[in-house]
């Protein structure tokens, strides 16, 4: 008797394998938001019987709060992402557009806080502006004549601290669009007697334009999404936007989980609204693409007697930016406390700080549980986006533009919203990870997959299909293909990747303080333990330690990615 077709499915290990890959995407990626959303439809807590009602959304409504954080959030999004994409397309242009001098090292300056936790930079502006011993009032009082100090916990501030953290990111994503496009254009202009600022103005700016508002957009979603500056600045100034208002919600006793993933819902569609616009940009700068197989430079303008001036300037410039905070926190990691340079400070310059730090069992337990996550989330994510990669790419599966839209999606969820979503999930779950570090592990490998799926997708195109048929032909599996093929030719991508996920695993906040119980505290949470505690010169030595291992595993992955790539060729 003949079986239905689908019944003769033949479980191959490569069938089981890409069924395996889609369905625990699945599960990361559209468990935890339609748990989400059912929580704010609960009337009860988690592991509680209650019925589903819109009482949470209408309490959100005729709460004061809501728009306030509503028009807290836009402010500081929209204020913090134009300070940042004005400033990082001036720098893009002038590396990129001009012959001003020490452009490497200017290029180099800009992404040095790359590498920086965003609380460190925080609390550097933070003590930057003291209103007795910060450095900046120190000098703009006398120099300004100013009668009050000034102040950074407003809104300001906030924009201020949070635009000048994402130079760097926009910058890498102006300047990579500058350097691409085809210089005919402004070249034609200059001919038929344009001017430099003209040109830029009418030509460069206007082809760049889909491009240069999807670099806004992002920066617009990753400032709403962002919780540390909201936190150690807004929150003691009673600035409250939708992640402290979410992070509030679920620190409150008791816990009002129903308020909190209402807050989240809304939040989410905020952020997804974002994305949207973002990718709708970028597809719409392709339309504008003006790249040819034809080789070409860039256009570079001669700025004649200035380039020594400008360059100059922009080198103070990138040092009050991006410098100077982190040099005010490690100054403040030798000092008992905080104080402004002088012959008093250098004489109290002291390790105890950092010989403290090893006194402590929970900075030692919190090493090791960032250790742990940073490896095994890295290596998880770049495993999985390998699979979803190939099977995208490789694959004439009808399914595959759904994974691909699965993996891209965390990009949209906010780290206190994926973590509130994973929180309610795992309360409601059967699943015994709540409490342990098994939890931070699968909120680390959601929130990286877009990252991860980025780096394998790009590599796994330049891949010819040829290599695997070829192993095939000779009788491997389709594991041993994998294995022995497919994963060694990924290595530029998958280190590049793993190195990504595993410096912002150390990085991670807003997801890791939802999620972290005692006993699985994580670096970042004892940051900002210790900015709650007032604790700055600890704090200081601690992320002096921390950036000291992210560069450290940086490094080293390089180094191993670039070894075992040059012995595969």
């Not at 100034?237 to 819902?265: M, Q």
């Amino acid at each position: 008797m003949m079986l239905p077709a689908i019944l003769r499915f033949r479980l191959t290990s490569q069938s089981i394998f890409i069924a395996l890959a889609a369905g625990l995407l699945a599960y990361l990626t559209l468990f935890p938001l339609v748990t989400l959303i059912y929580g704010s439809l609960k009337s009860g807590p988690p592991g509680v019987a209650g019925s589903l009602t819109l009482k949470n959304y209408l309490v959100l409504l005729e709460n004061w709060r809501l728009p306030a954080a509503l028009w807290n959030s836009l402010i500081f999004s929209f204020g913090s992402s134009s300070l940042a994409f004005v400033l990082a397309l001036y720098f893009a242009w002038m590396t990129e557009r001009t012959n001003v001098r020490w452009r490497g090292l200017i290029y180099s300056l800009i992404l040095v806080p790359m590498i920086v936790p965003g609380i460190l930079t925080t609390v550097g502006w933070i003590v930057l502006f003291g209103r007795r011993s910060g450095l900046i009032n120190l000098l703009a009082m006398p120099l300004f004549g100013l009668a009050e100090p000034l102040q950074i916990n407003n809104m300001l501030g906030m924009i201020w601290v949070q635009g000048t953290d994402q130079i760097p990111f926009a910058f890498l994503l102006l300047a990579a669009a500058l350097r691409s496009m085809d210089p005919s254009l402004e070249e034609a202009a200059l001919v038929a007697g344009s001017g430099m600022l003209r040109t830029t103005l009418r030509i460069t700016l206007r082809v760049l334009l889909p491009a240069i508002m999807a670099v806004w957009m992002i920066t617009f979603v990753r400032a709403i999404e962002n919780f540390e500056v909201p936190a150690l600045i807004g929150m003691p100034a009673g600035i409250l936007v939708f992640a402290t208002e979410v992070y509030l919600a679920t620190k409150s006793v008791p816990t009002d989980f129903g308020l909190a993933s209402t807050f989240a819902v809304v939040y989410l569609l905020i952020t997804t609204v974002g994305v949207l616009l973002y990718l709708k940009w970028t597809a719409a700068s392709e339309q504008f693409a003006t790249i040819t197989g034809k080789g070409f430079r860039p256009t570079a303008y001669d700025i004649g007697r200035w380039r020594t001036p400008l360059a100059l300037i922009n080198l103070l410039l990138c040092f009050v930016v991006f410098i100077l905070p982190i040099v005010v926190v490690i100054w403040s990691s030798f000092l008992p406390f905080y104080m402004a340079p002088s012959e008093e400070a250098l004489a109290s310059l002291t390790l105890d700080n950092y010989k403290n730090l090893w006194k402590l069992p929970l900075v030692h337990r919190a090493m090791w549980n960032s250790f742990v996550l940073g490896i095994s989330s890295s290596t998880v994510t770049m495993l999985l986006t390998a699979t979803i990669a190939w099977i995208i790419v490789r694959t004439k599966w009808r399914g595959k533009g759904a994974l691909d839209f699965l993996a891209f999606s965390p990009i949209a969820m906010p780290g206190l919203v994926l973590g509130i979503a994973i929180l309610w999930l795992y309360l409601v779950v059967p699943v015994p990870v709540y409490g342990t570090l098994w939890i931070l592990l699968i909120a680390y490998v959601t929130k990286y997959l877009p990252f991860g799926m980025r780096a394998c997708s790009s590599s796994m195109l330049q891949i010819k299909k040829e290599l695997e048929e070829a192993s095939e032909t000779s009788g491997a599996s389709w594991g041993h293909t994998f294995r022995k093929v497919i994963l060694p030719l990924l290595a530029p991508g998958f280190v590049a990747g793993w190195i990504y996920v595993i410096t912002h695993s150390f990085r991670e906040l807003s997801t890791s303080i939802m999620l972290y119980r005692s006993g699985t505290e994580v670096i970042a949470i004892v940051l900002f333990e210790l900015w709650d505690g007032g604790q700055y010169p600890q704090l200081s030595a601690l992320g002096m330690v921390m950036i000291v291992i992210l560069i450290a595993i940086s490094l080293l992955a390089r180094a191993i990615g670039a070894r075992y790539s040059i012995q595969q060729m």
